[in-house]
């Protein structure tokens, strides 16, 4: 027989238990809520996916209703139509050219050369300018600058690994703030969208694309099925991404609603 000192103790521990289960039972819910949740928001929807004639592209940009495309190969700076048309090519004298971007006021062509850590600037011809060394650490050789772009009037470059960072510079090149980008494998291109007012960032090692506010603070990731992605450019409600190896423009939806 059991008595009331037993019962009660009984009692508790079958409490204890169903909590227990309850408790359980309400972590798995959430748990699985939660991965629904971020697989649905880490996903991009690719458009469609473009063969270009253009060796080892490495970096890409926007200006004037067209795509201009730099090859990490020899040099050149292609135009090319939204569909991968050639519609004009640009020679240039320099090696290993990793990034692009255009300054829309003076329309002058930057770029940036990894094996001489530095920016080139040409005019919309072509034509050479000059060029600057960009201070910083670059522990190996090909882990230095990779990408370009400008925020209004601030010049981005990042480093693409052993350190990982954004690099604000003024047109003179000088460097005035350095932001940490701990989110990936390494960092191989950027753009900044004003219409989400946010950079995107793309990740060659860790096939991923980033987005990150102006303060280099982490928004979203999303996983690519891409390898050696090496630019990206944002235009109206589309991304574009360059693969170096495969030699093409994979052309997704932008997913960010504009702010």
């Known amino acids: 027989m059991i008595n009331s000192e037993q019962h009660v103790t009984i009692k508790n521990n079958k409490y204890k238990h169903m909590k227990k289960v309850g408790f359980l039972v309400f972590l798995t819910i959430v748990l699985v809520s939660c991965s629904s949740k971020n697989s649905s928001e880490n996903k991009l929807e690719l458009i469609k996916t473009i063969r270009l004639t253009i060796p080892e592209p490495s970096g890409i940009t926007s200006f004037n209703g067209m795509l201009f495309i730099v090859s ?3 040099g050149v700076i292609y135009k ?21 971007t255009i300054d829309e006021n003076s329309k002058n062509i930057l770029v940036v050369s990894e094996e001489d850590r530095a920016l080139i600037v040409l005019d919309s011809l072509g034509d050479f300018i000059r060029k600057i060394k960009i201070k910083g650490k670059q522990k ?25 960072q954004l690099l604000l510079l003024n047109m003179e090149g000088e460097i005035f703030d350095k932001i940490k980008l701990n989110y990936s494998k390494d960092i191989s291109g950027i753009c900044f969208d004003q219409s989400s007012n946010s950079f995107w960032i793309v990740s060659d090692e860790s096939a991923l694309i980033l987005n990150i506010n102006k303060k280099g603070e982490f928004i979203k990731s999303f996983k690519i099925p891409i390898k050696k992605a090496e630019g990206i450019v944002i235009y109206k409600d589309t991304i574009y991404v360059v693969s170096d190896s495969s030699n093409k423009l994979y052309i997704f939806k932008n997913p960010i609603q504009k702010v």
């Open 140 to 164: 190996y050789h090909n882990g230095g600058l990779e990408g370009i772009c400008f925020y209004e009037d601030t010049l981005c470059i990042i480093n693409e690994k052993s350190p990982k």
């Open 80 to 100: 090319i139509s939204f569909e991968g048309k050639i519609l004009h090519k640009i020679k240039t004298n320099f090696d290993d050219l990793e990034g692009i």
């Open 72 to 74: 990490d190969r020899n």
